[in-house]
């Protein structure tokens, strides 16, 4: 069964760029897309962006200047790193698998990681 | 982007009774919706994929349809593990986008 886990720094200062990994146990990430999500406290889920097991990736336009996801696939690690943090990227961040073939589809989630931009 | 609306964004019901849930797109997104259940400090779980299709190990009391803007999710006879949280996402577009959410509590 495939299981995800989020983790990374709790805290983070505005300015300064956040980094969190999801590691992946009981399967490969080879031949799938993996997503990061957030949601700021009392709001909604906002897809961050996602890549593919060899490297492409999208990312939300809304946040594009200031993502990069990477995968190594040594590890069997997902990274996310968001540059120039701001208060408002204060949230919990979930990394998901997502299925890909005639429809697209996260089938496995971590819990989310808190993350708290403050000075 | 395309925007998703819930309807409605609470509700309260009871262990037994038939729930549904709405969700809207801003344009047409054939079937490429999915359904995800969330409850606080847990991973969200995929409930529907493709409008209409039941995710393995999920219940069949919950079901989808709908095509085009308008989808509905169902919950035929609510469960107490029900309450929780339900969100509608696309995936015809990049950037996907999810609804606000209908939160689902005990009556």
């Known amino acids: 069964q495939v299981q995800l886990q989020e983790s990374g720094p709790g805290l983070v200062k505005p300015s300064e760029t956040l980094s969190l990994t999801c590691t992946v146990s009981g399967g490969s990430i080879s031949s799938y897309y993996w997503s990061w999500i957030r949601q700021p406290p009392g709001k909604g889920l906002e897809w961050i962006g996602h890549?593919?097991?060899?490297?492409?990736?999208n990312y939300n336009p809304s946040l594009k200047s200031r993502v990069t996801i990477s995968a190594d696939t040594s590890k069997n690690q997902v990274s996310l790193k968001l540059s120039s943090e701001i208060v408002a990227d204060t949230a919990v961040y979930y990394c998901?698998?997502?299925?890909?073939?005639?429809?697209?589809?996260?089938?496995?989630w971590g819990k989310g990681t808190t993350v708290t931009v403050s000075s | 982007d395309i925007q998703m609306t819930q309807s409605p964004s609470s509700l309260s019901a009871s262990v037994g009774d038939r729930v549904t849930i709405t969700c809207r797109a801003s344009?047409?997104?054939?079937?490429?919706l999915n359904w995800y259940q969330h409850k606080p400090g847990k991973a969200p779980r995929l409930l529907i994929y493709?409008?209409?299709n039941l995710q393995s190990g999920v219940p069949s009391r919950f079901s989808g349809s709908g095509s085009g803007t308008d989808f509905t999710l169902t919950i035929s006879s609510l469960q107490p593990e029900d309450f929780a949280i339900y969100y509608c996402?696309?995936?015809?577009?990049?950037?996907?986008?999810f609804g606000q959410g209908t939160n689902v509590d005990i009556k």
């Open positions: 996402q696309q995936n015809y577009n990049i950037p996907y986008t």
């Open positions: 493709a409008a209409s």
């Open positions: 998901a698998r997502m299925v890909a073939g005639s429809y697209y589809y996260m089938d496995v």
């Open positions: 890549i593919y097991s060899s490297g492409s990736t």
């Open positions: 344009q047409s997104i054939s079937t490429y």
